[in-house]
């Protein structure tokens, strides 16, 4: 072998050791870093176990320390004209409880209020519904939902016939084309009062005993059948009389049956001096025929304040006040109102 393929014996020998040294070299590091791996995917195996033990212990914690929603109905059975309320104690729930019954449109408050409520944890928000049970609603049975927190509470309302009565009345023929008669009264009471029907505040001002807002005598009952003769001869179709009439003194003060909000004073041609205030809730006294107004659209009222006068303005035969009540489109009686014996109290 000559000089020259010695040297390149000799050069490859070493290459080929050097080759095998480095490749034992990155075994043994690859062999390290595994290691290290493994240790460390031990390692974090052994946290996430630990923190899905938490979880689940804080999970357990929290369902032991949960307190689901609790619905409470005034109660079952009803006369036309009444109202039936209901609470929702949110205990640990959030968010707002929602109410579907054939009944009405009723929505919730919220309601610090609310007398006998246990709430848990102390401090958790209680809301209330007014349920509308409309003077000709139906009678029957109807069905109540309440959804919180994802669960729904089912309740069964009976309601039952009130005994109305009649009344046989008769009307100036010149009172009767100036008001109900005339050509845009149908649309001025459409863009003046019928709006509130459909508004409601969103907390409430009513505290106690509702109080008729004048005395005197009842001319006209709630939800009687009214009959209608007028001095030209003429008659009108039979109605419905939607409030109570009171007869009272032209000028004579009267009060705001309970605290709320004015959403509505003006003059209605129908329904003369005209005063709608909502108490909370979508619950609203309305009060008609008045010879003077003494509050407007946005005050806040307190029970008793005076908010105008009685008169004779509009559809009416002489002096009084028609007072009404209504939740959504729904006219009720105001008598358990008045007595205190009202499913609003409960």
Known sequence: MSKGGRIICVVLA??????????????????????AMLKEQAAASEEISGLKAQVEELSQKLAESYVAPRVVFSGNEFLQGDILTVHVEMNSAK????????????????????????????GSPVYTAYVPVGYAQTPGEYSVSVTADGREYKGSVTVSARKYGEQHMTMSSATASA??????????????????????????????TFIRPVSGPVTTEFGLYRYTTYTDG???????????????AKGTPVPASNAGKVV?????????????????????SYYFHLSSIDCKAGDIVGKGDII??????????????????????????????WDGTSDLYK
């Open 308 to 337: 105008g006068k009685v008169g004779a303005t509009g559809y009416a035969t002489g002096a009084h006040l028609h007072f009404e009540l209504k939740i959504g489109e729904y006219s009720l009686s105001p008598w358990a109102l």
């Open 179 to 208: 008001t109900i008669g005339a050509e845009n009264a149908n649309e001025d009471y459409a863009q003046k009062v019928t709006p509130t029907y459909y508004t409601a505040e969103s907390q409430r001002y009513w505290q106690g």
């Open 95 to 122: 968010g707002l409880p929602e109410i579907q019954t054939e009944l009405g449109k009723p929505v919730f408050i919220e309601d610090p209020a609310v007398a006998g409520i246990t709430a848990e944890p102390a």
């Open 14 to 35: 070493v290459l080929l050791a050097a080759s095998a040294a480095f490749a034992l070299y990155q075994k043994d590091r690859a062999d390290k870093l595994g290691s």
């Open 264 to 284: 509505y004073a003006g003059d209605v041609i129908i329904t003369g001096g005209t005063v709608v205030i909502d108490h909370g809730g979508g619950l609203k």
């Open 234 to 248: 003429s008659s009108r179709k039979v109605v419905r009389h939607t409030g109570v009439d009171i007869g009272a």
